[in-house]
């Protein structure tokens, strides 16, 4: 897989209404597009899904441009590789730092898709023509809400996730379960709890919630393997699984009954598609958990998830949930509470190159 060239783009975008956790309140988003060129003139395209600040993992916009800048793009130039898979091996060398490793590693599996002639998801494995659609709801007051769940139903979505936090969690949920009594409804809490909560978390048992995703601190697995062991609604693990012996050792110590694999934070779709294959033969569900991502990452997740161990509704949503106008072209559209995998080569969109010069922040080029 030789390259002519990489680019870098990074932009910038207004949501269409504020996202909030306990962590802090995104209003606007930032993030890096990666377009490889191949020497025959094929691109393929990656994102980067850091923000802006290191709440949710280490890494930001500016820290993975400038590994992708002074570290990762220098190893592509140097190294000759057959496939995208070997890109993981490569990148080894450097410590960490997966969100700038994905951005341009999915760019890759794009390219060598689009060579192939065959779509994403059929290369990584995929066997679905359609997956379903969940959605996040933020906001912490209980009637506004309800009125984002109503809406969101009205449009087909089939799972609602909920933000969580000591100060919230059983008057929301319960008010939630009330007005809903047979949604698929789980709960994200983001390392808002503690061990010493385990009572308190045990009290949400009774929601029957499709499970509590990451309750203890982000990069545990011994604690929250104490807790799974005291409450009967499953936890699902996101924040601390960032690497394939992360899904493994959690699987083995009994620390969740779910994984939540999102690309950007495990590397890349080479790491994602091997987690998926072990949770796979270990029995464990998988679903593919979203960064309040543009078009270009969106389509990777949707590829992604469509492979068989995914069987719960992803934070996968149309162009429409965030932005008034996508980066892509066509934008992805959810109906019926599902949205159709593309069959075109590749990730099956292309880049709508006049909305990036609109929200176009910085540009840079590699020349090989």
Known sequence: ??????????????????????????????????EVEGLDGVVGYGEGVAFTSPWYTEETVKSSYHVLKDFLIPILKEKTFGHPSEATALFSVIRRNHMAKAAIETAL??????????SLAKLLGGTKEAIPS?????????PEAIKQIEAYLMQGFKRVKIKISPENDFQLISGIRKHFPDLQLMADANSAYSLRDAERLKALDEFDLLMIEQPLG??????????????????????SIVSFDDARKAIELGSCKIINIKIGRVGGL???????????????????????????????????????????????????????????????????????????????????????????????????
């Open 134 to 142: 969940g959605v996040v709801v933020g906001n912490p007051v209980l």
């Open 218 to 239: 982000y990069d545990d697995i011994i604690d929250h393997a104490a807790l799974q062991a005291q409450i009967s609604t499953p936890i699902c693990l996101d924040e």
């Open 270 to 368: 080479g790491d994602a598609k091997r987690i998926h294959d072990y949770c796979l033969s270990k029995g464990i569900p998988v679903w593919a958990g979203g960064m309040i991502e543009f078009g270009i990452s969106r389509a990777h997740n949707m590829a992604l998830a469509s492979l068989p161990g995914f069987t719960i509704p992803g934070d996968i949503s149309g162009s429409d949930r965030y932005w008034d106008e996508d980066i892509i072209e066509p934008e992805i559209n959810v109906q019926n509470g599902e949205i159709k995998i593309p069959d075109k080569p590749g990730i099956g969109f292309e880049l709508n190159r006049k909305r990036l010069r609109e929200v176009l922040v910085k540009e840079e080029s590699f020349i090989f």
């Open 1 to 34: 897989m030789k390259l002519k060239s990489v680019h870098l783009y990074v932009i910038k975008m207004p949501l269409k209404q504020p996202f909030m956790t306990h962590l802090g309140t995104v209003t606007e988003r930032d993030a890096i597009i990666v």
């Open 109 to 118: 599996w794009d390219l060598r898709a689009k060579r192939d002639g065959v």
